[in-house]
């Protein structure tokens, strides 16, 4: 069970949008469509922001959109405000009752 | 609300046994769909699922620790216990519990998490 391959950083100026790549293999990402993405602020519990690749949460700003093709998801946050600067992890379903997560993306609001 | 809180040792030594428990309230582990895992990230690292008890008292275990790794569950006390063995220092991290709530967000993702509670593992 390797890890999923995210980007250590990403950034963009408040309004603008930016997109954070999640990339597995066809054992997890490319398997299955149980793709999710959480956001972590500091000393902060994880959040649950998408699920089953692009499924929102009750109360998720519509400014997170999840979309996976092939074995690479992705997260996409348009119009970029102060609080969306946070880490961001994203997990899949890898198959025989295992689960795997990326390494993390810190997420820059500039 | 729903609430989950982490707690156990901040340090144990080399070959012992961790045990952490994950007490929990809004929510009943007796409900059907309901679901707990424990996950953990050394530092630097990714996140690493490690295990998962279902509300029907399946388990599930990641491969690579599965033996050294049991969870369960005390209903009555809104608690799920996770006890590793043999722990080593490359166990030092941050162990988190979540929940998994099927019915709104099906059994892959995890919805409340709580803090964490920061474990190392030296002598």
């Known amino acids: 069970q390797s890890a999923l391959t995210q980007p250590p950083s990403a950034s963009g100026s408040p309004g603008q949008s930016v997109t954070i790549s999640c990339t597995g293999t066809r054992s997890d990402v490319g398997g299955y469509n149980y793709v999710s993405w959480y956001q972590q602020h500091p000393g902060k519990a994880p959040k649950l922001m998408i699920y089953?690749?692009?499924k929102r949460p009750s109360g998720v700003p519509d400014r997170f959109y999840g979309s996976k093709s092939g074995n690479t998801a992705s997260l996409t946050v348009s119009g970029l405000q102060a609080e969306d600067e946070a880490d961001y992890y994203c997990s899949s379903y890898a198959g025989s009752n295992n689960w795997v997560f990326g390494g993390g993306t810190k997420l820059a609001v500039l | 609300q729903v609430t989950l809180r982490e707690s156990g040792p901040a340090l144990v030594k080399p070959t012992q046994t961790l045990t952490l428990t994950c007490t929990f309230s809004?929510?009943?582990?007796?409900?059907?769909?309901?679901?707990v895992s424990w996950i953990r990230q050394p530092p630097g690292k990714a996140l690493e699922w490690l295990a998962r008890?279902?509300?029907?008292?399946?388990?599930y275990y990641r491969t690579s620790l599965k033996t050294r790794l049991i969870i369960s569950k005390d209903t009555s006390k809104n608690q799920v216990v996770l006890t590793m063995t043999n722990m080593d220092p490359v166990d030092t991290a941050t162990y988190y519990c979540?929940?998994?709530?099927?019915?709104?967000?099906?059994?892959?993702?995890?919805?409340?998490w709580g803090q964490g509670t920061v474990v190392t593992v030296s002598s």
């Open positions: 089953e690749v692009y």
């Open positions: 008890i279902d509300w029907d008292d399946d388990k």
């Open positions: 979540a929940r998994i709530n099927r019915e709104d967000y099906g059994v892959h993702a995890f919805d409340i």
């Open positions: 809004g929510f009943s582990l007796s409900t059907s769909g309901m679901c």
